[in-house]
């Protein structure tokens, strides 16, 4: 069990952890953030949990992970003057949590658009956004974060094993998730205690250099159709910019587009 007591005491933080939340079991973090936020005072708020039974990432996709492997969390900000982009959100989440890991272990993630945290490849850890628009004005976003630990082969499914992985597995240090938990909030404390203190230009350059290179090949699905090609950039949206193999320049909103298996037989 994470010690909430600890992880209190080692925060200097001035946003991020206002309250602290520790469920041993829940839907999901993002759904008992929102029930907590119904109930006001929310900024700032964080939730933890050692289980989840219906953890989920985007599109739905379900987050499986065995009680008290992985670092589950959401952090609630309400937003009532507009300082932030959800598209700011995460790319921002992105880096604040590769960092935490970088900083807690030897192992350094890259980024892969728009939430993974990858390992040579394969998922280390996934970043999910929600918000909602706020009844006095602005929004309100939770930012649910999935980190994993302590899993062994053994817990990774077979389908999944080239292309999942964990802190335990890639690092030959003992991992202790109240360490890493405290550094999640405080990098994350670092970029939203002062929306104000840092721009679009920096974020864009500190996620560009913990992402993979620009350059890479991909494949998006959007409005039902594949689109092929290599990346080019980021736009303030956490929009993905690809130079198309079909001809011409294209940004692809997170929203409404994700990533497929590279599979040459698809129909493009």
Known sequence: MLDIANIQRTLDTRRV??????????????DAAWAQIDLGGA??????????????????RKWESPKGASLLCSV?????SDEISGGELSLLSAVAVR???????EVVPTIKWPNDLLVLRRKLGGILVESRANGGGGRVYVVGIGINCLQQRGHISPDLI?????????SKQKIDRNELAAAVLA??????????????????????????????????????KIHSGSVVDIDPNAALVVQLDEGGIRAFNVADTTVVPDDPSATE
């Open 99 to 105: 960092d935490a890991i970088a900083r807690c272990s």
């Open 76 to 80: 609630a900000i309400v937003d009532t």
């Open 162 to 170: 080239d292309r999942a992985t964990s802190l335990e597995l890639e």
């Open 17 to 30: 952890g206002r309250r602290i939340e520790h469920l041993e079991s829940t839907t999901s973090t993002n």
């Open 187 to 224: 990098e994350l404390d670092g970029w939203l205690a002062d929306p104000g203190g840092w721009t679009y230009e920096k974020l864009h350059r500190d996620w560009l250099l913990r992402a993979e290179p620009l350059g890479w090949r991909v494949r998006l699905q959007h409005a039902g």
């Open 43 to 60: 900024d700032g708020l964080v939730v933890f949990a050692e289980h989840q039974s219906a953890g989920r990432g985007r599109f739905g």
